[in-house]
T-cell receptor, first 112, second 116 residues
Framework: AQSVTQLDSQVPVFEEAPVELRCNYSSSVSVYLFWYVQYPNQGLQLLLKYLSGSTLVKGINGFEAEFNKSQTSFHLRKPSVHISDTAEYFCALYNQGGKLIFGQGTELSVKP | DTGVSQDPRHKITKRGQNVTFRCDPISEHNRLYWYRQTLGQGPEFLTYFQNEAQLEKSRLLSDRFSAERPKGSFSTLEIQRTEQGDSAMYLC??????????????FGPGTRLLVL
């Protein structure tokens, strides 16, 4: 069975500090991986996705993620966070049957 | 491109009542998905359509739940005899389907349901 585990439920960080949100996956087949962000009372917005090719994927708002097949990981990083990055972040993989399987989410809290 | 829209945004109902939610996907997106998100959890897949055909239903979708997409455009999700455990955010997403790639799913703002 396929699954996604986000290793941290909450990540507090100061403004302008770097941040890494960790995501591990389990799958016996090729994976397609995504990071979504959810601001309060809103739907999910795509940050970035890995389908194939370069393992370093750049997304919107200065975020990037690295696909590591041997570690089965897809960690999200940003070198310098802003207050406006405060949100819930979800890692997901695309099931070849046609649905996204999400992790439990990581709440990023950026403090001044 | 106006994005995925959902109506209503919020719904409060009493246990035992029926509720219906509507989702309008991005124009010409032929795949439409429904997910449920409870507090502190990631979204969980409920069902999806390709055009008007419902291709998969999760075991989460009990017989009190029914979804339709009659003309391959908008979709409705109905919950009959609501229970307090149905309280959640119901998210709709749509995607194009092109050359077999795993296309991005674009999400609507969700409908937040509270069952009293």
């Amino acid at each position: 069975a396929q699954s996604v585990t986000q290793l941290d439920s909450q990540v507090p960080v100061f403004e302008e500090a770097p941040v890494e949100l960790r995501c591990n996956y389990s799958s016996s087949v090729s994976v397609y991986l995504f990071w979504y962000v959810q601001y309060p009372n809103q739907g999910l917005q795509l940050l970035l996705k890995y389908l194939s090719g370069s393992t370093l994927v750049k997304g919107i708002n200065g975020f990037e993620a690295e696909f590591n097949k041997s570690q089965t990981s897809f960690h999200l990083r940003k070198p310098s966070v802003h207050i406006s990055d405060t949100a819930e972040y979800f890692c997901a993989l695309y099931n070849q049957g046609g649905k996204l399987i999400f992790g439990q989410g990581t709440e990023l809290s950026v403090k001044p | 491109d106006t994005g995925v829209s959902q109506d209503p945004r919020h719904k409060i109902t009493k246990r035992g009542q029926n509720v219906t939610f509507r989702c309008d996907p991005i124009s010409e997106h032929n795949r439409l998905y429904w997910y449920r998100q409870t507090l502190g959890q990631g979204p969980e897949f409920l069902t999806y359509f390709q055009n008007e055909a419902q291709l998969e239903k999760s075991r989460l979708l009990s017989d009190r739940f029914s979804a339709e997409r009659p003309k391959g455009s908008f979709s409705t999700l109905e919950i009959q005899r609501t229970e307090q455990g149905d309280s959640a955010m119901y998210l709709c997403a749509s995607s194009p389907r092109d050359r077999g790639w795993q296309e991005t799913q674009y999400f609507g703002p969700g409908t937040r349901l509270l069952v009293l």
